[in-house]
């Protein structure tokens, strides 16, 4: 099978509907070719013997004999409403966000994220943007540090005038 790229947050969605294609029979020739995203949710497209189309829909589903068409409607179907509640990013639960072309499935932390794909690129390459926790900290407190150092020394004056402030009526 050829390497499909997808999002992070949906390679275990993608892993999953490629282990469900790999045990269709092998006269079938199945094969998942491509995984994209519409309407914010996963589409999987894939290849497959289809020499005819199931003319048994009529038939209750365990009369039903199996069909290729069937299986592709069956995993792209699963893939996609499990990729409807995964953010696509961190794979963490997520919902629909924004409208029409902008739709995309975010959890809280990554609803800024326009493209998952590129931005998960980046993530990775960089290791995750840092290798260790302390030097994510390290990063914060660099482009934040004299912020924070600012707000804890204003809240220290805050107590310092809170204790004596004339117009509360209490000493």
């Known amino acids: 099978m050829s390497e499909i790229p ?24 199945f094969e998942i070719v491509k995984a994209e ?24 589903p365990d009369q039903k004999i199996p069909h290729p068409w069937r299986a592709m409607m069956r995993i792209r179907e699963k893939a996609r409403e499990k990729s409807l509640a995964t953010c696509e990013c961190c794979g963490c639960p997520g919902r629909l966000v924004d409208a029409d072309e902008e739709v995309r499935v975010r959890c809280r932390l990554h609803e800024y994220v326009l493209d998952a794909v590129a931005w998960g690129a980046s993530a990775s390459v960089a290791g995750f943007m840092f ?41």
């Open 6 to 29: 997808v999002a992070n947050g949906w390679q275990q969605i993608l892993a999953a509907a490629l282990a469900e294609a790999r045990g269709l029979p092998p006269e079938w020739c």
């Open 37 to 60: 995203t519409v309407d914010g949710a996963l589409k999987i497209s894939a290849n497959y013997v289809s020499g005819d189309v199931p003319l048994d829909d009529h038939l209750p």
């Open 131 to 171: 290798e260790t926790r302390e030097e994510a900290m390290a990063h914060f407190l660099k482009d934040y540090g004299d912020g924070l150092d600012m707000m804890q020394e204003l809240l220290a004056q805050q107590g310092r005038y809170k204790q004596h402030d004339p117009l509360d009526g209490s000493e």
